[in-house]
């Protein structure tokens, strides 16, 4: 059982930058891609990026290439998918979910089957 907890969510203005983080335990395998997404107020989720294991392969939404960017951290005896986030917008407040699943890339929320609890992330104008 992989268990996913997130943080670094926060208040920022606009223009500013967040560094959330994913920290992943359990039963992990060099097969877990692990993604991030998003769900604003009376919104469906969304996808924001993806990496596979390794960090060599990347994936963004369109609405966040070039200001976000995931990396993966496996140099400590903790297992950590960050989200560095630069030139906030209003747009991009939401609550942020780390997600894992195994086998390929994908940004169809319904293909992932394990979430953490999420972290609010507000960037006021």
């Known amino acids: 059982q992989v268990q996913l907890v997130e943080s670094g969510g926060g208040l920022v203005q606009a223009g500013g930058s967040l560094r959330l983080s994913c920290e992943v335990s359990?039963?992990?395998?060099?097969?877990?891609?692990m993604a991030w997404f998003r769900q604003a107020p009376g919104k469906e989720r969304e996808f924001v990026a993806f990496s596979d294991w390794s960090g060599s392969t990347t994936y963004y939404a369109d609405s966040v290439r070039g200001r976000f960017t995931i990396t993966r951290d496996r140099d400590n005896a903790k297992n950590t998918v960050h989200l560095q986030m630069n030139s906030l917008e209003t747009e991009d407040t939401a609550v942020y979910y780390c997600?894992?699943?195994?086998?390929?890339?994908?940004?169809?929320?319904?293909?992932?089957?394990?979430w953490g609890q999420g972290t609010q992330v507000t960037v006021s104008s």
């Open positions: 997600a894992a699943k195994g086998g390929t890339a994908s940004d169809d929320v319904t293909r992932y089957g394990i």
């Open positions: 359990g039963r992990t395998s060099t097969s877990l891609g």
